[in-house]
């Protein structure tokens, strides 16, 4: 059922966002109309046939109760290892991560951990939507800075105008849902020199950090040795094993704050699925998986070669992530929503309005495409799109 915004008798409104979430808005609408979905992040194809088995597996031997509150020892070492090997950073697998049900609960339970009534969080938008409303059920107050477009790369000196003696966190994505604009060494650097005098923690989601295109480098905030240490990080398994809905991520984040990122986590999920720690800390321990950003390259390079053939505007290519966001000036002047919607129903091809990812919903009139699909489906969507006239 949708949740329409308004209170329900006896229970207040914990956050400002009305209405559901527009992924599954979105979804629903795709499924309603028979369209393709290019809509909510999530892969269409197969998972690597070992990862099934593994699963499978997990269940058949036995591993079926709950496992330890902070994640499964194996799959922590798994990924400090993982890690080392990719990052060169030393990770302590038991006194800093922590295994969690997807990303966007590691979020919400690092937001709870860390914020009291009335501390102010810096979100640079357009940003993923959980973000808003968990800052609002803990309390929190949401300070939006706004990313510049065409290519959506940080405004520092708007980042230093919105921080006061009440800012207690930022949180930052990169590579970035929606833009797929990446962070460089410099950012980094400047956002250490703009909180070095500070007490802000830095919530660093990471989910996309595998899927950086054409050779560029995903800066992790584990890498910056000053920042570490006031940061949690957080990844999750879904973007990178195409198996979004085992929703299984991991926070990465010093002692102190692991214990108190694990004092919210062990009375809110207390543990994760024991079948899929278990598959996963194979997989990971093994080194055998399939890099997932080649594949998403090709995916990604494939889709702005099609979409040459419809009148969107690519303004700026994405860098990384499952997303590009297009223009459709040349085709009509209806507002973000109201297109999405009209395109699915009309086009049988359903996307992300962009203002979804804005608090007060600001409309540039772009929306966003999931181009994490098969071959197969993104010829069959641009076959549909072909259809739209310019005007
Ligand atoms: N952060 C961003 C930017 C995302 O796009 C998503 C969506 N997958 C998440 C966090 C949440 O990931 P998960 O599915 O593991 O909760
Ligand atoms: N991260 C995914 C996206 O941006 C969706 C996750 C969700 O449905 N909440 O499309």
Redesign the pocket.
Known sequence: MATNGKPVKGFGLKHSATGTTIFTVMSALATQHNAINLSQ??PDFHIDERLSQLLGDAARLGHNQYAPMPGMPALRQAIAVNFKQRYGVNIDPDSEITVT???????YTAFTALLQPGDEVIVLEPA?D?YIPNIEMNGGIVVPVALPAPDFNVDWNKVKEAITPRTRSIII?TP??PTGAIWDKNDWDTLAEIVRDTDIVILS?E??EQLVFDGQKHYSVLEHPELRQRSFA?Y????VFNN?GW???YCIAPPEYTLAFRRIHQFVAFTVNTPAQYALAHILGNNTAIPVNQLMQAKRDLFLELIKQTPFTVFTPTKG??FQVVGYERINDMGDMEFAEWLTKEYGVATIPVSAFYKNKKDDKLIRFCFAKKEETLRDAIARLSALAAR
Do not use: M, W
């Open positions: 992040g999530f049900p997807g990303a966007t609960y590691a979020i993923y959980s994505n970035h849902n989601d989910v996309y957080l999750s398994f879904g973007k979004t929703k299984i991520g992530s499952y």
